[in-house]
């Protein structure tokens, strides 16, 4: 059973969660946070749909395993394919990132308006940010555009490179030319690319679902009555492999403020 002080456990394919994870620390600061980055077997977005569930499930139990009251998948293909399997192995709440970027665009647009949505290609043939528009009955167009190199080049730590900008304007002028106002940021690396899509692209407003992310949290604990006093809180990040880019994130995100930072096994594979 879920109790105040039991950690929050938050997950990605890499370092782009810890996007989520700085909103998170900054909405709910006396809350304890455990990470796992699967910096080892990143991207996600070009594997199949079974290999995706079966990674997710791995690193539910690893989170399991450390007093978790609820669990944010901050990884838009894994929102895709995996939270209705997340969930079946757990009572506590498991959110997703998709959901909270539909409701932030539905908010913010106005109907009929254009959005250009960026994601991995597995997210893109998922259509899941389409049924979630529908479920929501918003009005709003999206165009969407799948974006495979921008994940591997964040990660490598080319996000602000000259090569980044060529591959963001041959994925992101067809969205210019489509009369998109909105850029739905479908994948939490890319608010790592963003300060280089505002410069290409200004006319673009960007949607980032790690804010309404952390809001639904707080709701939802608040809710269940299991938010955690005021008192100081941990943050524990693990990662599948220990990158350089993933140290560095961690030190701009976080300085100072990391309890605990390794590699971890999942199985015994």
């Given at each position: 059973?879920?109790?105040?002080?039991?950690?929050?456990?938050?997950?990605?394919?890499?370092?782009?969660?810890?996007?989520?994870?700085?909103?998170?620390?900054?909405?709910?600061?006396?809350?304890?946070?455990?990470?796992?980055?699967?910096?080892?077997?990143?991207?996600?977005?070009?594997?199949?749909?079974?290999?995706?569930?079966?990674?997710?499930?791995?690193?539910?139990?690893?989170?399991?395993?450390?007093?978790?009251?609820?669990?944010?998948?901050?990884?838009?293909?894994?929102?895709?394919?995996?939270?209705?399997?997340?969930?079946?192995?757990?009572?506590?709440?498991?959110?997703?990132v998709?959901?909270?970027?539909?409701?932030?665009?539905?908010?913010?647009a106005?109907?009929?308006?254009?959005?250009?949505?960026?994601?991995?290609?597995?997210?893109?043939?998922?259509g899941?940010?389409e049924?979630?528009?529908n479920?929501?009955?918003?009005?709003?167009?999206?165009?969407?555009?799948?974006?495979?190199?921008?994940?591997?080049?964040?990660?490598?730590?080319?996000?602000?490179?000259?090569?980044?900008?060529?591959?963001?304007?041959?994925?992101?002028d067809?969205?210019?030319?489509?009369?998109?106002?909105?850029?739905?940021?479908?994948?939490?690396?890319y608010?790592?690319?963003?300060?280089?899509?505002?410069?290409?692209?200004?006319?673009?407003?960007?949607?980032?679902?790690?804010?309404?992310?952390?809001?639904?949290?707080?709701?939802?604990?608040?809710?269940?009555?299991?938010?955690?006093?005021?008192?100081?809180?941990?943050?524990?990040?693990?990662?599948?492999?220990?990158?350089?880019?993933?140290?560095?994130?961690?030190?701009?995100?976080?300085?100072?403020?990391?309890?605990?930072?390794?590699?971890?096994?999942?199985?015994?594979?």
């Amino acid at each position: 059973m879920a109790t105040n002080d039991n950690s929050i456990g938050v997950f990605d394919s890499g370092l782009g969660g810890l996007t989520v994870l700085r909103e998170i620390h900054k909405r709910l600061p006396h809350e304890n946070l455990v990470y796992f980055g699967d910096t080892a077997r990143v991207p996600y977005g070009n594997k199949s749909s079974e290999t995706i569930i079966r990674y997710s499930r791995e690193i539910t139990q690893f989170l399991l395993s450390h007093n978790i009251k609820a669990i944010v998948v901050a990884c838009n293909t894994a929102s895709s394919f995996a939270l209705d399997a997340i969930r079946e192995m757990t009572a506590i709440p498991v959110l997703g990132v998709i959901e909270p970027a539909i409701r932030s665009l539905t908010q913010k647009a106005k109907s009929q308006s254009v959005a250009g949505l960026i994601a991995t290609r597995g997210t893109i043939q998922s259509g899941a940010y389409e049924k979630t528009l529908n479920l929501k009955r918003g009005t709003q167009k999206l165009v969407s555009q799948a974006c495979p190199l921008l994940v591997p080049l964040i990660e490598e730590g080319y996000a602000d490179s000259a090569a980044a900008e060529i591959i963001l304007k041959d994925y992101l002028d067809p969205l210019s030319v489509s009369g998109a106002e909105y850029l739905i940021l479908g994948c939490t690396h890319y608010p790592l690319i963003a300060p280089a899509i505002k410069r290409l692209y200004p006319q673009f407003t960007l949607i980032d679902s790690a804010e309404e992310t952390a809001l639904e949290l707080a709701r939802l604990l608040e809710e269940r009555q299991i938010l955690r006093e005021k008192v100081e809180s941990r943050i524990e990040l693990f990662v599948s492999d220990m990158t350089k880019s993933m140290q560095n994130l961690k030190d701009l995100f976080f300085a100072g403020r990391v309890d605990r930072f390794e590699v971890a096994r999942l199985t015994d594979d």
